[in-house]
């Protein structure tokens, strides 16, 4: 059975950092690309960015320069590095995994993890 | 960036009902599509992907067509499960964009 499991969110201080983590298991978790989407309290979906199997990275523009999302395939991890959080970063976070093969759409969601920014 | 635009925002609906929500893409996707259902307090479940095709498990009420820049999905005949909101996702292009989410209510 495919899971993912985040960790690390909380409340942080506008300015400040933090890094989110996402365990996988039930998979090949080298083979997938895996995704961060976040959904602000009442809002829709956002796309942060991606990590490929090949550790290459894509990132929403709006994010790009303030986080970092990479992939550790001995430990089946993938993980968010926020930093210089604004108060609009406040979301569930999601990961997710990439389906890969001829589709690269989002087949495997995290329950999600709370950030909230504020003083 | 591709703009993905969902119609309707809302739409009130009774069980057994046929709904169709729209979505359009700003630029072609071919059939780079897909159809997320979400309930509150829960992460999204994806129902349908490459515009038609379902997912394992999802029930065959649910159907997606469109190609290019028009996508729809089609629940043939509501069942009270199925009141939730509904986002498009395209992943034709980076950055991969949703869709502003359709709220499907129970009238």
């Known amino acids: 059975e495919v899971q993912l499991v985040e960790s690390g969110g909380g409340l942080v201080q506008p300015g400040g950092s933090l890094r989110l983590s996402c365990a996988a298991s039930g998979f090949t978790f080298s083979e997938h690309y895996m995704d961060w989407v976040r959904q602000a309290p009442g809002q829709g979906l956002e796309w942060v960015g991606r990590?490929?199997?090949?550790?290459?990275?894509e990132y929403a523009a709006s994010l790009r320069g303030r986080i970092i999302i990479s992939r550790d395939d001995s430990e089946n991890s993938v993980s968010l590095q926020m930093d210089r959080l604004k108060t609009e970063d406040t979301a569930v976070y999601y990961c997710?995994?990439?389906?890969?093969?001829?589709?690269?759409?989002?087949?495997?969601w995290g329950q999600g993890t709370l950030v909230t920014v504020s003083s | 960036d591709i703009q993905m635009t969902q119609s309707p925002s809302t739409l009130s609906a009774s069980v057994g009902d046929r709904v169709i929500i729209t979505c359009r893409a700003s630029?072609?996707?071919?059939?780079?599509l897909a159809w997320y259902q979400q309930k509150p307090g829960k992460a999204p479940k994806p129902l349908i992907y490459k515009a038609s095709t379902l997912e394992s498990g999802v029930p065959l009420r649910f159907i997606g067509g469109g190609s290019g820049t028009e996508f729809t999905l089609t629940i043939s005949s509501l069942l009270p499960d199925d009141f939730a909101t509904y986002y498009c996702?395209?992943?034709?292009?980076?950055?991969?964009?949703f869709g502003q989410g359709t709220k499907l209510e129970i009238k």
């Open positions: 990590v490929r199997n090949s550790h290459t990275t």
């Open positions: 997710v995994r990439v389906r890969g093969g001829n589709t690269w759409h989002l087949d495997y």
């Open positions: 996702q395209q992943y034709n292009s980076y950055p991969v964009t």
């Open positions: 630029q072609s996707l071919g059939n780079s």
